[in-house]
């Protein structure tokens, strides 16, 4: 076996021992030993991209919705360079990622070699661990050196704060197996198929929660993050504290406030008392309103928050503080002593926020059901509320996730994921197609996106997929208002070079994209045609167009229509 194809084989089988079972591979010539190891290992499923952009995002999709590592392999130079912004995003929002990186041998660097760059520490802070793995000398030692750094590269991927571990691999040629290299290497000595130290770790240790002080004007906040919810929502009920959950969390459920964002956007409601206390988990972060009001609280407890399946959460770097507004922080929380389960306490600030968000939703939904023509705000929440359980729902940054966060009823049974780490345009196709592949490869249910029209443009390769790769039961609902639509409700809009430089219309119909792909495609215009609209099977591609000045002022009178039901009720 030749030491190129010995050492890709000996990386990917004891990262496959730790638990890799899902992999991208994007073409390349010095990715060769890496990607054909990769395919003939019979227990890592591959998907093979031809955009190095698209395959880094399609990994991160496939981690988020798994919660376990996936690697994804490419070629030296510009290809590598290709993977930053899912590696950027899988370190802000805590995804393990293998990253790992082909790259020329030391005797061809910085001789003007082809396609040769400089790889050492390309992604900078953005990796929990950086190495350069060496290239493949036959000597004695280096089986065993291989498999360590491999343990050690999947260990950081998972360990401590999850996130993006890259391993640059320098091959020499020959770059494909010879005659010698049927068979996979052999395990060291008495090590076990399986590390369960690494696959199935224990049971984590439970920190001493924090006792929280009494207060009835108590806030819960529940932002973007995977993490368990459900001690969120139990404090809630026990306290009688209103939570305020963005779609991302995973807790608008049961009797969590829907309307949140038109609240406290109101101003006759925020000119009411302070929050005495706030309890945040997750990052929430993505109104101007929340940070608004975490700025206005006596207190402020940040809960670090683990992800699903590390509820102790004790993760110092794990909490967001936005607005700077954090008092304490701690690993978990306890309500306030002396509370009654069976009688939960209902005061002044609990009734007020209960009212307010009754006649708030009713004045909401009268608007958006006063049209029957779909507009960008109620195709958010008919799409939340119309989804069966099991669903998986991935929102697009911009638009789409602001308006679930605006219009989406409180539900049970879906599972709604963005990348809203560091919120990019960038590989928002590709990464709804890894966490839908994940989703239905663990037996869930359907699968949904909500686009913008410039996320499916920025990454419509990710609708190109092989005919011999896995492919997602996945509709890809697009909201085409021709450009940029989150502009029209900022500061912006107002400036005489606004559509040009801000709006970018482009004129593209989604059909037009969709058969470049081959995709099934409908138009989507009437409410009433959404649930027949979304039936089918496979990739496929449902158009809603909009106009971005009118989408505006449905907003502006959303909330208007707020306002006014709020200080009836009030």
């Keep these: 076996m030749n030491p190129s194809t010995a050492l890709a084989r000996v990386l990917v089988d004891e990262l496959a021992r730790g638990g890799l079972v899902e992999a991208v591979v994007a073409p390349g010539s010095r990715s060769t030993p890496l990607a054909l190891a990769l395919v003939a290992h019979p227990e890592i499923r591959v998907h093979v991209r031809v955009d190095e952009r698209s395959a880094s995002f399609l990994a991160l999709g496939l981690a988020r919705a798994s919660r376990r590592p996936v690697a994804v392999v490419c070629t030296s130079g510009t290809a590598a360079a290709n993977l930053h912004p899912a590696v950027m995003e899988a370190d802000e929002s805590a995804v393990p990622l293998l990253v790992l990186t082909a790259d020329r041998p030391p005797e061809l660097r910085g001789t003007g070699a082809n396609q040769t760059v400089d790889q050492i520490g390309l992604y900078g802070g953005a990796v929990r661990m950086f190495a350069e793995v060496g290239t493949p000398d036959p000597v004695p030692g280096m089986v065993a050196y291989w498999r360590s750094l491999a343990c050690r590269a999947w260990g950081a991927a998972v360990g401590g704060r999850p996130g993006p571990v890259h391993l640059n691999v320098a091959f020499r040629d020959p770059l494909t197996p010879d005659d010698s290299a049927d068979a996979w290497p052999e395990p060291l000595e008495g090590r076990p198929h399986r590390r369960p130290w690494i696959n199935r770790p224990g049971p984590p240790s439970r920190p001493e929660p924090f006792v929280l002080p009494a207060a009835e004007r108590g806030v819960i906040v529940c932002g973007d993050g995977d993490y368990d919810p459900v001690p969120f929502l139990?404090?809630?009920?026990?306290?009688?504290?209103?939570?305020?959950?963005?779609?991302?969390?995973?807790?608008?459920?049961?009797?969590?406030?829907?309307?949140?964002?038109?609240?406290?956007?109101?101003?006759?409601?925020?000119?009411?008392?302070?929050?005495?206390?706030?309890?945040s988990v997750g990052r929430p972060n993505l109104s101007r309103q929340i940070l608004a009001f975490l700025r206005r609280a006596d207190r402020h407890v940040a809960v670090t928050a683990g992800a699903?399946?590390?509820?102790?959460?004790?993760?110092?770097?794990?909490?967001?503080d936005p607005a700077r507004t954090a008092t304490d922080v701690v690993a978990a929380v306890a309500p306030p002593a002396g509370l009654d389960p069976a009688s939960p306490p209902r005061t002044a600030w609990s009734e007020r926020w209960r009212l307010a968000e009754a006649a708030a939703r009713g004045a909401l939904d009268a608007v958006l059901d006063g049209d029957e023509v779909l507009s960008e705000p109620r195709l958010a929440r008919d799409l939340a509320s119309h989804l069966s359980a099991g669903s998986l729902l991935?929102?697009?940054?911009?638009?789409?996730?602001?308006?679930?966060?605006?219009?989406m009823r409180a539900r049970c049974g879906v599972r709604l994921v963005g990348n809203r780490g560091v919120s990019g345009i960038d590989g928002t196709v590709s990464t709804a197609v890894g966490a839908a592949l994940a989703h239905q490869g663990a037996d869930g249910g359907q699968a949904y996106a909500l686009l913008g029209d410039l996320a499916l443009l920025h990454d419509q390769?990710?609708?190109?997929?092989?005919?011999?790769?896995?492919?997602?039961?996945?509709?890809?609902?697009?909201?085409?208002?021709?450009?940029?639509?989150?502009?029209?409700?900022?500061?912006?809009?107002?400036?005489?070079?606004?559509?040009?430089?801000?709006?970018?219309?482009?004129?593209?119909?989604?059909?037009?994209?969709?058969?470049?792909?081959?995709?099934?495609?409908?138009?989507?215009?009437?409410?009433?045609?959404?649930?027949?609209?979304l039936l089918g099977e496979g990739l496929r591609v449902i158009e809603v167009c909009t106009k971005r000045p009118e989408s505006a002022a449905l907003r502006r009178r959303l909330q208007s229509a707020v306002d006014a039901a709020v200080e009836a009720a009030l």
């Design 308 to 320: 699903v399946g590390d509820p102790a959460g004790s993760l110092a770097n794990a909490f967001s």
């Design 461 to 533: 390769n990710g609708l190109i997929i092989g005919p011999g790769e896995p492919r997602p039961d996945l509709a890809v609902v697009v909201v085409n208002n021709d450009g940029g639509g989150i502009f029209s409700g900022l500061e912006q809009a107002g400036h005489p070079d606004f559509e040009r430089v801000f709006g970018t219309p482009h004129g593209v119909s989604m059909e037009r994209v969709a058969a470049v792909a081959d995709l099934p495609y409908t138009r989507l215009e009437w409410a009433t045609d959404l649930p027949k609209a």
């Design 234 to 279: 139990a404090l809630a009920e026990l306290t009688g504290w209103p939570l305020l959950a963005e779609p991302t969390s995973n807790a608008r459920r049961g009797d969590a406030v829907s309307t949140y964002r038109q609240l406290l956007a109101s101003p006759l409601f925020v000119s009411g008392q302070a929050p005495e206390l706030v309890v």
């Design 394 to 407: 991935f929102a697009g940054s911009s638009m789409p996730i602001r308006d679930l966060d605006a219009t």
